[in-house]
């Protein structure tokens, strides 16, 4: 059982990566800035959903310190936002039902949004001379909303394709909860 859910959590790491590696240019190609769907944070979500709170802060940790690497801006920024952000809906998952639909693209939305703002916030701490329009927070906002609605439904793919590959959860029913 222990080796299924590596598998799985393997897996979803893959899949993160292959999304941060190729969102740019999959938005340059497709050319809409505005709606695009915050993958990472769905996928901290779903390891929160599935109580692995220790999975859940490796893979923000690690995932931070491999785009702090790739990119470049100061070494660190990226670590400290998606732990920030880990932490922040694992506050979220304890306020409101991780559980349900509503809950899940509240607390995916609110995440994506805190994303955008303590990005500019760190840009701002570390002295970068950034010039920041008022479209960059259109483009948070549509992020937020995009991936907010999508969430749940993104949820349930990975929790039908997490339920073949290391069995169901425990205290998971047909009738006990939306995913």
Known sequence: MKRRRLILYILLWMVALFFVLMKGSIMNYIGIHFFDIDLVIIIITYLLFMDAETGAGIFALSLGLLIDVYSGGPLGLFT????????????????LDIRSAKGQAIIILLAVLLKGGLLISFLHIFSLEIHISYS?????????????????????????VGTLIAGPIEGDSENGIWI
């Open 80 to 95: 400290l936002l998606y732990l920030m952000l880990f932490l922040s809906i694992h506050i979220g998952s304890g306020l």
């Open 136 to 160: 960059v927070f259109w483009a948070f906002a549509g992020s937020g909303v995009c991936s907010g609605l999508m969430g749940p439904l993104i949820l349930r793919v990975f929790h039908c």
